[in-house]
């Protein structure tokens, strides 16, 4: 692809429109939702479904924890994956 201006598309800042009607829709559930996320953190016999549950209300109410990242562990991937590549050239006289 070429660089240069992009063709084409909705404008910046255009809501898709199928996106925003499913996420309308969602919307509409969202008071139901919260409470039965909030009745199986607290009444589920399931310690997986109500660690499932608090952390989904704590995400929604909170936002996501952040997640620490080691940049050195990424480098060393990098410089792990690189590979060599090399190109022989062959007199077919000998």
Request: aromatic fraction near 2%; hydrophobic fraction near 40%; glycine fraction near 6%.
């Amino acid at each position: 692809m070429a660089a240069g201006k992009k063709t084409g598309g909705r404008s910046a800042g255009t809501p898709n429109k199928v996106t925003a009607d499913i996420k309308a829709l969602a919307q509409t559930h969202a008071e139901d939702a919260i409470k039965e996320l909030a009745r199986l953190a607290v009444r589920s016999e399931s310690d997986a479904a109500r660690v499932a549950a608090i952390k989904e209300l704590l995400d929604r109410g909170y936002g996501k924890s952040r997640q620490p990242v080691d940049m050195d562990a990424k480098l060393d991937a990098k410089v792990d994956a690189t590979h060599r590549i090399e190109r022989a050239i062959v007199d077919p006289s000998h």
